[in-house]
């Protein structure tokens, strides 16, 4: 994980077919967007192996 006052990167194991990001990346981003006083906007998802991801969260004031 990394993450600044303008957003958070989630690294993780997802299924390649899921659209979206599991409901626990939003609640993670949530919280840390909330400590900056933002909220989460996904802006990306990338497919870094088979099943890892990089999902990406700016923090909108």
Do not use: W
């Not at 989630?10 to 609640?27: F, H, N």
């Amino acid at each position: 994980m990394q993450k600044d006052q303008n957003g958070i990167v989630l690294r993780g194991l997802q299924d390649a077919t899921r659209s979206q990001p599991p409901e626990r990346y939003d609640a993670i981003a949530a919280q840390h967007c909330a400590s900056v006083d933002g909220k989460p906007q996904l802006q990306s998802k990338v497919q870094r192996t088979t099943f890892a991801f990089d999902v990406t969260y700016l923090c909108r004031k």
